[in-house]
């Protein structure tokens, strides 16, 4: 399934000043090496920031008798071509969602044969940017064309950060397809590397274009609303508002606000399990303070913080964007769910992360009718589409003045106290936790403020798959990606919705 091409070189230890542009690099190689090299591409990047602070690079070269040159730092390196063998497949995948797993196993499988068909609620990127734009200045809001629902799922308006504690050998094949198509290279060797919102729109579309060329058929703007399947719960045929198509594989990445669909699954039997969640709020800060924590200054960078607090609930950052803003993230109307967003540039000199606490499946009968009623209250509270703020000094305190700095979240906000927010345990693991961070941040108390609520960290559900990655119950069901709860960002989606294509590649090799 997988076609190896031949060695190369792996070099460590080039070294390049901190204001040398990383063009010199290739001059730099070959006169390390004493001969000229066809290529290269830089494998990993860092900073010794001791005496005389510069870069280090290992660098893979493509240079011919590579045996020549192999030494301490000069090891063969194989480099392998992961696309899978192409080949005219006569089976039907469907793919419901077009988020990273939707997007990377629907490539992934069109590069195998297979006839694929994408189903998406909402609408290409270009309309969408126009349509969340609306809502982010008017507050009219499309339940079907959103932050969450589009080309290119939720993380389309995020940092779109490309860090996953997986360790795959796909990872790499998911990075050289974004930059076929437009991420600059550096994302594969930069620490915490991220496309930004503005350059992963670009991405997607150019990915979706190619698609397009390669004979994927995409139904933007259609619904899956019934599954029609036979007597041994084998999926036969999807129906929308639109139309009723054939099929012989189902691949179900449709997200974590998915609410309408995960109803009908459950209406037809498919079986679907309670998880853990999270809830919190967004934090914001200066930029300035979280970069003030870097022990030098050597790289002026917007810089990221996790932060987490074991206590008897967990505590955590998620989703930290630097130089970003709060958003509005609801899909439904009458609610209110924030999220984090950063551009590329990451220049706003606001800092935002959500902090989470645990919600233990025990603790609710249905995730979603969970999540909901504190969506609907948020809302009730503020009547408007204003996201509820408090500074966190007086969430400590108890108290609510006016907030030390205004909001990024472009609606407005309206002042509230979050000590309504939680139980009184919670409460309680919260503000420990609050002192913990502040410990480790100096300020993160008196300069920040909060901002939310955030309940669409996780999704609530799992559909239970076997070892094949099938529906436990339901034939040719393939549930993937956050939606069906295997995974939590682009990366891990994107990795699962692989798994997926690869499963499918496999049993029908």
């Known amino acids: 399934m997988i076609k190896s091409i031949r060695d190369m070189l792996l070099i460590n230890e080039i070294k390049l000043p901190l204001n040398e542009d990383e063009g010199k690099l290739k001059e730099i190689i070959e006169h390390k090496l004493k001969c ?12 010794d920031a001791r005496k005389d602070p510069h870069f280090v690079y290992s660098v893979i070269v493509d240079v011919d008798h590579e045996n020549r040159y192999l030494s301490k730092n000069v090891i063969r390196y194989k480099k392998e071509d992961l696309s899978p063998v192409h080949k005219k497949r006569d089976k039907i995948c469907a793919v419901i969602g077009y988020g990273p797993s939707g997007i990377f196993s629907a490539y992934r499988l069109m590069e195998a044969g297979f006839k694929v068909i ?11 940017e126009k349509d969340v734009g609306r809502f982010f200045s008017e507050g009219i809001l499309d339940p079907s064309s959103n932050v969450q629902f589009g080309e290119g799922g939720a993380g389309t308006f995020s940092d779109a950060k490309l860090t996953t504690r997986i360790k795959d050998q796909y990872i790499e094949y998911i990075l050289d397809i974004l930059i076929r198509h437009g991420a600059k290279p550096s994302i594969k060797y930069e620490n915490h590397a991220h496309i930004g919102t503005d350059e992963i729109r670009k991405v997607i579309k150019n990915i979706t274009d190619h698609l397009i060329s390669k004979g ?8 899956i609303k019934d599954l029609e399947l036979d007597s041994n719960r084998k999926i036969k045929r999807l129906r929308t508002a639109q139309n009723t198509y054939e099929c012989d594989l189902v691949l179900l990445g449709i997200g974590h606000s998915a609410y309408s669909t995960i109803e009908m699954l459950k209406e ?7 998880k853990d969640i999270a809830i919190g709020f967004r934090v914001e800060h200066p930029q300035s303070l979280i970069d003030e924590r870097q022990t030098d200054n050597l790289i002026r960078e917007a810089n990221e913080y996790f932060l987490r607090y074991k206590g008897d609930k967990g505590v955590y950052s998620f989703c930290m964007c630097p130089g970003g803003m709060v958003i509005p993230a609801m899909s439904e109307e009458r609610t209110i769910v924030t999220n984090g967003m950063s551009y590329a540039s990451r220049d706003s000199g606001i800092a935002n992360s959500a902090i989470l606490i645990q919600v233990f499946k025990e603790e609710f009968d249905d995730g979603y009718e969970y999540l909901h009623k504190i969506e609907e209250a948020a809302y009730s509270y503020s009547n408007t589409y204003k996201a509820l703020a408090q500074n966190i000094k007086d969430f400590m305190n108890n108290e609510l003045h006016e907030l030390i700095f205004e909001s990024s979240y472009p609606l407005g906000t309206i002042l509230y106290d979050f000590n309504r927010f939680f139980n009184k345990d919670d409460l309680r693991i919260m503000k420990e936790a609050f002192l913990d961070f502040d410990r480790k941040i100096p300020g993160f108390i008196d300069k920040g403020i ?13 559909i239970r798959r076997n070892e094949e990655l099938v529906s436990i119950n339901t034939e ?9 709860g295997y995974g939590g960002g682009i990366m891990s989606c994107a990795l699962d919705g692989i798994r997926i294509a690869n499963q499918i590649i496999k049993t029908y090799e």
Not at 216 to 223: D, G, K, L
Not at 268 to 274: A, D, N, R, T, W
Not at 451 to 462: A, D, Y
Not at 476 to 484: F, H, R, T, V
């Open 268 to 274: 037809k039997g498919v079986y679907i399990e309670k």
């Open 36 to 47: 000229r090299i066809r290529s290269f591409e830089i494998h990993k990047k860092s900073l």
């Open 118 to 128: 994408v189903f998406e609620k909402g609408k290409r990127i270009k309309e969408r």
């Open 476 to 484: 040719n069901l393939y549930p993937m990606g956050e939606g069906a």
């Open 216 to 223: 994927v058929e995409f139904h933007f703007e259609e619904e």
């Open 450 to 462: 909060i901002v939310g609520p955030e309940t669409r960290s996780s999704c609530p559900i799992r």
